[in-house]
């Protein structure tokens, strides 16, 4: 039962122009959503983060959008540029923000490539 | 500030052997947590360590067990190692059980021949 969902596992985009992954989820109690990026042989590093109470939140070129009643999410990226290039994860706290346990629901992950 | 630390980088074990991983937290974080990142998916909760007790698990088998220590540094143990084991291990700290972001370290890579 996957219940973070990237259905896209690559997506390439020229330099310059905007990225948009998409995330889905299922269930109804996650309340904190983030995304992470992931280079070969590094550790995922976090992005963004959104919580349920925004539909939007926006650091620098990055900017997570929150659909709820779609249960879906997005993150832009304008411009992209090729050190973008990595791995991006979406991810829930289990028990949403402030449950009893801390552990992540990951999504299996979208590909960036941007080409110059 | 220092970041979360694991070692070692890489490994090859083979099938039946005990594993030991280590982490040790980012500075003034007190909660580690566990993942399993088989190639091709996302990260799998594996346990969470706060205050050197277990909370909460994921699901994986008893022969997966942890231990977090005073200066909140963790090992991740596997015993009786089977092949599907092979994968990257990442470590994750926080300060508190459910505060975010966890910030990762660069995992282990254990490989089960």
């Known amino acids: 039962d996957q219940q973070v969902k990237q259905n896209s596992p690559s997506l390439s985009v020229q330099e310059g122009r905007i990225s948009i992954l998409n995330c889905d989820y299922t269930?109804?109690?996650?309340?904190?959503f983030l995304w992470y990026k992931k280079y070969p042989a590094e550790g995922p590093t976090f992005l963004i983060s959104i919580s349920s109470i925004k539909d939007k939140n926006e650091d620098g070129r990055f900017t997570v959008f929150l659909n709820k009643s779609a249960k879906h999410l997005s993150l832009h990226i304008v411009p992209s540029q090729p050190g973008d290039s990595a791995v991006y994860f979406c991810?829930?706290?289990?028990?949403?923000?402030?449950?009893?346990?801390?552990?992540?629901?990951f999504g299996k992950g979208t590909k960036l490539s941007v080409k110059p | 500030e220092t970041g979360v630390t694991q070692s070692p980088t890489h490994l090859i074990k083979t099938r039946g052997q005990q594993v030991t991983l280590r982490c040790s937290s980012q500075s003034g974080h007190n909660t580690v947590s566990w993942y399993q990142q088989a190639l091709g998916q996302g990260p799998q909760f594996i346990f969470q360590?706060?205050?050197?007790?277990?909370?909460g698990r994921g699901n994986f088998p008893p022969r997966f067990s942890g231990l977090q220590f005073p200066n909140y540094s963790s090992e991740l143990n596997v015993n009786a190692l089977e092949l599907d084991d092979s994968a990257l291990y990442l470590c994750a700290s926080s300060y508190g059980i459910n505060n975010q972001p966890q910030h990762f370290g660069d995992g282990t890579r254990l490989s089960i021949l």
């Open positions: 360590y706060y205050r050197e007790e277990e909370n």
């Open positions: 269930n109804s109690m996650f309340d904190y």
């Open positions: 991810a829930a706290p289990r028990e949403g923000y402030g449950g009893s346990q801390g552990n992540l629901i």
